[in-house]
């Protein structure tokens, strides 16, 4: 695997992430600033199986953090153990943990995303999130 694709993937990633946690933590504008600035970050053909087994398409990921927006004030977002399980030209699919902490409660997902690197940067084509128990968190 070439270093530069781990890399922009990795990248993605924590960007994505710190994106999503604007949005969740600020009100308009801030937020709607951050959900304009992460829409084209998916593929037009994105698709994600959520924790809860539900798939869901780019139209309806986008609403989703439109109707959260701002309303998480205080959530902390934390991208670990990031690993690149496969390669190829420039689609690159990364596992990560996410946890997510707020209220001092704790929730936390094993996710594995398939980027695809193009002239306008990293972009998601694929995401799968399985929730994780306390005992594995």
């Known amino acids: 695997m070439h270093s530069n694709n781990i890399e922009w993937a990795h990248h993605s990633v924590h960007h994505v992430h710190d994106l999503i946690h604007r949005i969740f933590t600020c009100p308009a504008p801030a937020g709607q600033a951050a959900l304009t600035e992460l829409m084209p970050v998916f593929t037009d053909t994105f698709s994600m199986v959520s924790t809860g087994g539900a798939i869901v398409d780019r139209d309806q990921v986008a609403h989703l953090f439109h109707r959260a927006m701002g309303a998480r004030p205080g959530l902390q977002i934390l991208v670990s153990d ?4 496969w390669q190829a030209g420039d689609t690159v699919a ?3 943990q996410e946890t997510h902490r707020l209220n001092g ?6 996710s594995l995303v398939i980027l695809l690197e193009t002239p306008a940067g990293a972009r998601w084509h694929y995401l799968h999130e399985t929730a994780l128990s306390p005992e594995a968190q």
């Open 82 to 85: 990031l690993h690149t399980v």
């Open 94 to 96: 990364v596992r990560y």
């Open 105 to 110: 409660v704790s929730s936390a997902r094993l």
